[in-house]
């Protein structure tokens, strides 16, 4: 676990990134592994029909082993898309194997609205189930540190007030774990964080 005091919120997502860039491809898959065998095992993801996920990047762990398993059961998954033209926030467009892709401003992989029968595919946040989301830190009492563009905070903020709401779970590699992160007024709080080695909650 990582000592967080005296940093800041910067100097800490540069020091994560690097870490868990720092995984070699082999640690990677065992982590992916590790991984899919904690999410398969959680209620949560067991009575799931719509799941949003991921596609790794950064040294993100991976949740991509999930889909098979997914699949098996009758569930649908969702990718992230940046919504143009809004700020800062997240659509959700069915993912399968023959989604059609693009890169984000971010030169992150995206399914193309457009090459994908558009708003038939598209799924508003509050449609999901449960929200599988990237995080660069976490502490005991799931606070999340992002990337920094607020996207998931602006995207669920409605879950703060709005019941039922999906059930929004970090993933990360345990070696994201900190020992306290500062709680920000636009924070949207986690079910759970799990990671290759624990469920945290």
């Not at 699949?71 to 809004?86: D, E, H, I, N, T």
């Not at 990360?172 to 469920?199: E, G, N």
């Amino acid at each position: 676990m990582l000592d967080s005091s005296g940093l800041s919120r910067a100097q800490l997502r540069r020091t994560l990134r690097e870490q868990r860039r720092s995984l070699s491809p082999t640690q990677q898959r065992h982590a992916a592994v590790a991984l899919k065998r904690q999410l398969s095992r959680m209620p949560e993801l067991k009575r799931a029909r719509r799941v949003a996920l991921y596609l790794p990047n950064d040294g993100e762990i991976d949740p991509g082993l999930l889909l098979p398993w997914m699949q098996r059961k009758g569930a649908r998954a969702f990718l992230p898309v940046l919504k143009p033209l809004s700020d800062n926030r997240l659509w959700f467009v069915h993912y399968h194997a023959r989604t059609r892709m693009t890169r984000n401003r971010f030169g992150i992989s995206e399914p193309h609205t457009r090459l994908n029968a558009g708003r038939a595919r598209r799924l508003p946040p509050w449609g999901l189930d449960v929200v599988l989301m990237p995080l660069v830190g976490f502490d005991a009492a799931l606070n999340r540190l992002g990337m920094g563009g607020g996207f998931y905070d602006r995207t669920f903020a409605f879950t703060q007030r709005v019941r039922p709401a999906p059930r929004l779970i970090g993933l990360a590699h345990d070696i994201q774990h900190v020992d306290t992160l500062p709680f920000q007024s636009w924070d949207v709080p986690l079910d759970a964080v799990v990671t290759d080695r624990a469920v945290y909650r």
